[in-house]
């Protein structure tokens, strides 16, 4: 258990100062360029790494020894912090911005991955789900107090201040991941070329291919992530400013009390799960149905509408975040040891593949449906449950 605690605080020293920097560097090109549509665009490439970060983080999870891996890839992000600290007052901002961003979602995806593949060597049974909830929480909690302090860091330090107080963070975290003992951490095959990556990801495919548990599991994750996350995500945002027509500082709260509501869901996690645990995420998956088709009759009636968003969209990201613990407690008992860290990074992958063409999707709803947002969520919330009625029939058939 100290090993894992071990790895957690490494993790919040980590994954802050990656938080930090992801949010303060677009937001000091926006102040520097003053060009909205450059924020936009460079905040939409450097996602791009992420998703090759975690492919590639998940095989090499299955091929090195996870605590060098996780100090290799902090050590290598404390080097561009550093190297981004010296070289701003002379190279052009643009590129730079854009390859330390690249560069930080890009190792965010491969560090994930690692982590996961760790807890079941330090942890079983109910062990396996508490520290899945840590992690969630890590995660949330990070999300959460990274840009916040990122952006209170960045006005007293400036942008070169802010990189070398992160690269410190991250060489911290790095020489913590150095004194870790991880039992059983010894790869099968240390031969490591683009071939043998390549070879993974294929071998992780045909795995995924054969297994109808797991294949189910990433259906569900997915489906999530295309029909109910960004409901929310893309929802909260149009009802508070455009419906409603608050403030900022009104979308700061809600969204302030969602993230509180993701934190709430990963303490519950580590505390539900562990007292009664359940099979199935069937439950879980109905009640954020049932939270959108709610929140879509609250918006009906006028004194409930701003209430509503705070209390139900509280709920639902708590839901969301138990439902990602069982999710990745789930992989890791399923998954053999030797295919858990590339199948992980397979299966979060596809879940964030239909996450933007949710977003973009339900983009166009609430713009069409400007005057009528609660049929949006309606929608939502009804379609979410005819196809988990889908994937229901085709598990007994």
């Keep these: 258990m100290n090993t894992f605690i071990l790895i957690v605080l490494g993790q919040i020293v980590s994954l802050f100062g990656n938080a930090a920097l992801r949010f303060a560097l677009p937001l000091y090109l926006l102040r520097q360029t003053g060009s909205a549509a450059l924020y936009g665009g460079i905040t939409a490439l450097a996602m791009l790494p992420a998703l090759a ?37 002379h190279l052009p901002l643009l590129p730079l911005v854009l390859t330390v961003l690249g560069s930080l979602y890009a190792i965010q995806g491969l560090y994930q991955p690692v982590v996961r593949a760790c807890l079941p060597l330090l942890l079983n049974g109910t062990q396996l789900l508490r520290g899945n909830a840590v992690i969630q929480l890590v995660d949330t ?14 006005e007293h330090l400036g942008i070169r201040g802010l990189l070398v107080l992160c690269g410190c963070c991250f060489a911290l975290s790095a020489g913590m991941e150095l004194c870790l003992r991880i039992p059983q951490d010894v790869p099968y095959d240390t031969k490591l070329s683009v071939r043998s990556l390549w070879a993974d990801l294929r071998e992780s495919a045909q795995f995924l291919t054969g297994q109808a548990a797991v294949l189910r599991l990433a259906a569900a994750m997915a489906a999530v992530n295309l029909l109910e996350v960004p409901a929310l995500t893309v929802g909260v945002p149009v009802l508070v400013v455009q419906t409603l027509q608050k403030s900022d500082a009104s979308l700061g709260l ?41 929140l879509g009759l609250a918006l009906r009636v006028s004194v409930l509408q701003f209430g509503s968003i705070l209390v139900l969209g509280a709920v639902f990201m708590a839901v969301a975040a138990l439902f990602n613990v069982w999710f990745f407690a789930q992989l890791q ?22 996450q933007p063409i949710g977003q973009a999707a339900y983009g166009i709803a609430f713009q069409h449906w400007a005057a009528h947002p609660a049929d949006v969520l309606l929608a939502a919330g009804v379609l979410s449950v005819l196809v988990l009625w889908l994937l229901q029939t085709r598990r007994t058939a």
């Design 333 to 354: 008992v399923l998954v053999p040891q030797a295919q858990l860290g590339k199948t992980t990074a397979c299966c979060t992958v596809l879940a964030c593949l239909t």
């Design 141 to 154: 909690v990070d999300e959460l107090l990274g840009p916040l302090l990122g952006a209170v860091l960045l």
């Design 254 to 294: 809600v969204q302030a009390v969602l993230s509180a509501g993701g934190i709430l869901g990963g303490v519950l996690a580590g505390t539900v799960f562990v007292r009664h645990p359940i099979r199935s995420g069937t439950p879980l998956l109905l009640a954020l149905s049932g939270v959108c088709a709610a």
């Design 53 to 89: 970060g975690m492919l590639t983080g998940g095989a090499l999870a299955d091929r090195c020894r996870k605590a060098r891996l996780m100090a290799l890839l902090d050590l290598v992000t404390a080097g561009i912090s550093a190297a981004a600290a010296a070289g701003l007052p």
